[in-house]
């Protein structure tokens, strides 16, 4: 399903976006250039939306190939299954005894 929950409000949303942009669109044709300046606006979002969406699906397959997926989003800390191999206390700073603290004094 490509959009699960939507309703008639989403629906007619929806519909007055797009008739705006189409009013633009219309309005840049006959010459007008303010209008080519909204239409090239609109347009260009719509080109980085549509990259972005690329580059993650490509990085995510990328992922998904080299096994980085198997850990969380923030990448630095480890997945669930690794804490309950290793232990909670072995991946706590504080339980390290030659851990310090970093030096936050500003100069």
Known sequence: MIIPQ?????????????????TFVGVAV???PW???VSIAVGSLVVVM?????????????????????FDPIMLAPAPAE??????DELD?????????PD????
């Open 50 to 70: 549509a990259v972005h969406v690329l580059l993650f699906a490509v990085i995510g397959v990328f992922a998904r190939d080299v096994g980085i997926a198997q």
């Open 6 to 22: 939507f309703s008639i409000r989403w629906l007619l949303l929806v519909t007055a976006v797009v008739a705006a942009i189409s």
């Open 35 to 37: 209008a080519w300046g």
């Open 93 to 101: 700073p504080a339980q390290d005894s030659d851990w310090q603290p």
């Open 83 to 88: 804490m309950a191999e290793v232990g909670i």
């Open 104 to 107: 936050t004094a500003v100069p």
């Open 30 to 32: 006959r010459g007008s």
